[in-house]
C-alpha cells in the first residue's frame, strides 16, 4: 500500500509549498569494505552476533546472521538455560534463511531470546556496526558454521560452586570435564576433559566406542601435577 496525500488537512493543501534546499541522503555506513547510503533494505549487507534473552530471564540465545544485499542468507542459533528455546531455535532456523532483515524483525521467531536477539542485530547491521563493516566483500556463505569449530558445537562454559564445597568446572570450550586436578591446597590447577564432538565423529566412522573415548581426552593447564583428582559431577 503506497502512502498519498489524501490524510493532509485543508490548512495544508491550500499552503504555499517552500522547496527543500539540501538533498545530501543519508550517512553512509561501513558494510563489507565500503561506505554505503542505505535507503532501501537491499542496499544493506554485513555478518554479525547479537544476544538476546527471554521475558523472565531463564534462558538466553546467541544469534549469528550473514545478511547478502538485504536477505538473510545463513543462520546460526545457539540456545542456553531452557530446554524449550532448543526446539524454538529449530524452528526460528527453518523461519529466518531468505527473508529481509526487516520481515525478520517483524516475524515471529518462537521464542523471546530468540525476537529479542534478532532485534539487537537489525540495529547492529542498520547502523554499519556488523562484524563485517571492514571486511572487502564481506564473509562466504559459511562464515556462522565457522563458529562452531571443527567439532560443530558452541563453545559452551558450565561452572557450578557453593560456598562450602567451591568450585566445579562441568564443561568448558575444550570439551566435557571428566576430572578437576588440584594441588597441595585443594586449588584447581587444570582437568581432565573428552571432546564430545570427536569423540562422536569417531563413533559415527566405525571406531569402537573405548577406542572413541580413550582417543579423544585431553588436559589443560597442570593437571599432570595434580595431587588429588576429583570427578566434578560426583566427589
Given at each position: 500500500m503506497c502512502c498519498n496525500d489524501n490524510y493532509e488537512l485543508n490548512e495544508i493543501k491550500n499552503m504555499k509549498k517552500v522547496e527543500k534546499g539540501p538533498k545530501n541522503g543519508p550517512a553512509a555506513i561501513p558494510e563489507h569494505g565500503a561506505w554505503v547510503k542505505a535507503t532501501q533494505i537491499q542496499d544493506i549487507s554485513g555478518l554479525?552476533?547479537?544476544?538476546g534473552w527471554c521475558a523472565p530471564q531463564q534462558g538466553a540465545c546467541k544469534l549469528t546472521i550473514n545478511?547478502?544485499?538485504?536477505?538473510?542468507?545463513?543462520?546460526?542459533?545457539e540456545t542456553v538455560g531452557c530446554s524449550g528455546m532448543t526446539h524454538s531455535a529449530?524452528?526460528?532456523?527453518?523461519?529466518?534463511?531468505?527473508?529481509?532483515?526487516?520481515?525478520?524483525?517483524?516475524?515471529?521467531?518462537?521464542?523471546?531470546?530468540?525476537?529479542?536477539?534478532?532485534?539487537?542485530?537489525?540495529?547492529?547491521i542498520i547502523y554499519g556496526r556488523t562484524q563485517t563493516a571492514f571486511s572487502k566483500g564481506g564473509l562466504p556463505i559459511g562464515a556462522c558454521r565457522e563458529d562452531l569449530g571443527k567439532s560443530l558445537r558452541s563453545q559452551l562454559g558450565t561452572i557450578y560452586s557453593t560456598e562450602v564445597k567451591g568450585v566445579r568446572y562441568l564443561e568448558i570450550a575444550e570439551g566435557y570435564i571428566l576430572k578437576l586436578g588440584l594441588d597441595q591446597q585443594n586449588e584447581v590447577i587444570g582437568y581432565q576433559f573428552i571432546n564430545l564432538g570427536k569423540m562422536m565423529d569417531d563413533?559415527?566412522?566405525?571406531?569402537?566406542?573405548?577406542?572413541?573415548?580413550?582417543?579423544?581426552?585431553?588436559?589443560?593447564?597442570?593437571?599432570?601435577?595434580?595431587?588429588?583428582?576429583?570427578?566434578?559431577?560426583?566427589e
Open positions: 554479525t552476533h547479537g544476544i545478511v547478502k544485499c538485504g536477505i538473510i542468507k545463513e543462520a546460526l542459533i529449530a524452528m526460528a532456523a527453518e523461519i529466518l534463511c531468505g527473508k529481509t532483515i526487516l520481515e525478520a524483525l517483524n516475524s515471529d521467531l518462537v521464542c523471546d531470546a530468540i525476537n529479542t536477539a534478532m532485534r539487537e542485530l537489525f540495529l547492529q563413533i559415527k566412522n566405525g571406531v569402537s566406542h573405548k577406542e572413541a573415548f580413550e582417543n579423544n581426552i585431553g588436559t589443560y593447564g597442570r593437571f599432570h601435577e595434580a595431587v588429588t583428582q576429583i570427578d566434578p559431577r560426583k
